[in-house]
């Protein structure tokens, strides 16, 4: 069928002086060309003609409701008759390949006219498996986290994601509910719905958003509505030592336009209110206070710069899967100010610059670098100032192996309690206990080698190996627990696997690691396991 339906589309052109030729979009000459038509090409979630190919792969074919061609077309920024570049078809591809219900998108030009400047494409896609049990046991920085629920990313094929789940960890237990598009009705707005009942309190949040989905796009609009009760624990060598209560309410509202750009960058302005009010409450009678009430609602102006210089890249935060990378430029500058006018408690500015920036050092090698800096300054509270870089270096030293250094900083004065930086279980120190320490400055750095095996469990998890060095310290607390060591920077290592289900929508690595901290404190001699499952590893 396949076959027919590409000839078909190159008889179609039988009559035009130029025959049919088949090329890769990346290959388009430069120019527009207009869209004479569309295929679609849906593949099914596994391939049975592989020799692992058993019982449950043909049931889950069978039974999983494939992609639509509605919601494949609804993704698409062109129709038949539209005019389009090589570079937008290259976009187009990758906000395919970033919804989580395919595992990967092409679009291939099936056939190319140069004499009536006209091409007919392909579009082909392989979903994901997107109906699953959420069953889940993990244990890191001595805490074990459970989950029980049912998760549908591409209900009916629609796109749509919906969510029941129950979990529970160290801080906190209960269930919640969720209902998102990433594309309501082909209009490119997305939405967001969710309810939470947990055991210190309840949550919900509703946004509506249209964003910058492409370089092209003229206008961006968001709303984001916020209500949030939880415990804040506060840790002493990852033990808990003082609780007290969080209530915050947050309004969003955001309108964005695009200033200027061509198909390789943009540039644009945004201008909105973040209303936010948040309360504290003493739960536990102790000597220690609770962070002050604060309401820092502002109405802010920013300017963006977009850069597009993607590359296809693999094995770099995940493995096995094809990763658009950004190596432009990505800067937001935004300035906002707070006034009694919208509910702050005391006027004044707010600055905030985030930057952005990955180079390819050489053909196998990758530097990633993320900063910002924000500063809030008030007429009579205490000024603050926050500081913070993210390195990233990946060298490929085969195919299957690959060396990975990461180093971060984050540095800040004047936080409220709430606000500090941590590190120990999932921050930075995967070897010590959660929240271990805590303070206004946090520096972390890590080396990492991993081994890529070809290995993949019945189509369904494809296996590497890992070993890592850690160290970091987190300091200048001024409300640290009595004894509490925040001179000493910590060590840890360890070895571990991780597994990639590299058919669902969910492709969270699972990393199972014996890890050894390195401490004058008795208490963590020894070794220590962790399963835990995140996006990198």
């Known amino acids: ?84 570049t090589a570079l937008q078809l290259a976009e187009n591809e990758r906000l395919l390949r970033s919804r989580k219900y395919l595992r990967n998108a092409t679009i291939d030009i099936v056939c190319v006219n140069s004499k009536t400047k006209s ?47 129950y979990q529970s960890d160290a801080e906190r237990s209960g269930y919640q509910v969720k209902l998102a598009s990433d594309n309501l009705f082909g209009t490119f707005w997305q939405s967001n719905a969710r309810y939470a009942s947990n055991s210190d309190g309840e949550s919900y949040q509703f946004g509506l958003s249209k964003p910058f989905y492409q370089l092209q796009t003229t206008n961006s609009y968001r709303i984001d509505l916020n209500k949030d009760i939880k415990t804040i624990a506060e840790y002493a060598y990852g033990e808990v030592w003082h609780e007290y209560q969080s209530k915050l309410q947050s309004l969003q509202l955001e309108s964005g336009w695009r200033l200027g750009g061509d198909e390789q960058w943009a540039m644009r302005m945004l201008t909105g209110a973040n209303l936010q009010d948040q309360h504290f409450q003493v739960l536990t009678a102790d000597f220690l206070t609770v962070p002050e009430n604060r309401n820092r609602s502002e109405i802010y102006v920013a300017w963006q710069l977009e850069q597009a210089a993607y590359q296809e890249l693999s094995n770099i935060y995940l493995f096995n899967r094809v990763e658009d990378l950004n190596f432009g430029w990505q800067v937001k500058l935004q300035l906002g100010r707070m006034d009694a006018a919208v509910g702050a408690y005391d006027d004044g500015w707010h600055f905030v610059l985030d930057i952005q920036k990955n180079l390819q050092l050489s053909e196998q090698s990758w530097l990633f670098w993320q900063a910002s800096a924000e500063r809030w300054q008030f007429s009579t509270l205490p000024n603050s100032t926050r500081w913070t870089s993210d390195l990233r270096y990946v060298q490929h030293l085969t195919d299957r192996q690959q060396l990975i250094a990461t180093a971060s900083a984050r540095f800040a004065d004047d936080l409220e309690r709430d606000e500090r930086y941590t590190l120990g279980g999932d921050e930075g120190m995967r070897a010590f206990p959660l929240y271990y320490q805590t303070g206004n400055k946090a520096v972390t750095g890590s080396v990492e080698y991993r081994y890529i095996t070809p290995w993949s469990i019945y189509q369904l998890l494809d296996v590497a190996f890992a070993s890592f060095v850690d160290t ?17 920077t910590l060590y840890g290592a360890g070895v571990g696997i991780r597994l990639l289900p590299n058919h669902t929508s969910r492709g969270s690595m699972i990393s199972i690691d014996l890890t050894r901290p390195f401490s004058q404190n008795p208490e963590l001699s020894g070794w220590r396991w962790r399963v835990i499952a995140r996006k990198p590893f």
């Not at 979009?25 to 596994?46: D, K, M, N, Y």
């Not at 069953?135 to 549908?152: C, M, R």
């Open 1 to 84: 069928m396949r076959n027919l339906s590409i000839a078909w589309l190159c008889l179609s052109f039988a009559a035009t002086a130029q025959p049919c030729v088949t090329i890769d979009h990346t290959e388009l000459p430069a120019g527009e060309w207009t869209v004479e038509s569309i295929i679609f090409e849906r593949h099914p979630i596994f391939e049975t003609s592989a020799e692992e190919t058993v019982w449950f792969h043909r049931f889950a074919n069978r039974y999983h409701d494939i992609t639509t061609e509605k919601t494949l077309r609804n993704d698409l920024v062109f129709r038949e008759g539209s005019v389009i």
């Open 119 to 165: 091409v007919q494409l392909r579009v082909q896609t392989w979903d994901n498996w997107s109906l699953l049990p959420k069953i889940s046991l993990g244990h890191s920085g001595g805490s074990t986290k459970t989950g029980l629920g049912l998760a549908e990313d591409n209900l009916f094929g629609s796109g749509t994601q919906a969510l029941v789940e």
């Open 472 to 488: 970091g310290r987190a300091w200048d607390n001024p409300d640290a627990a009595p004894g509490a060591d925040l001179e000493q």
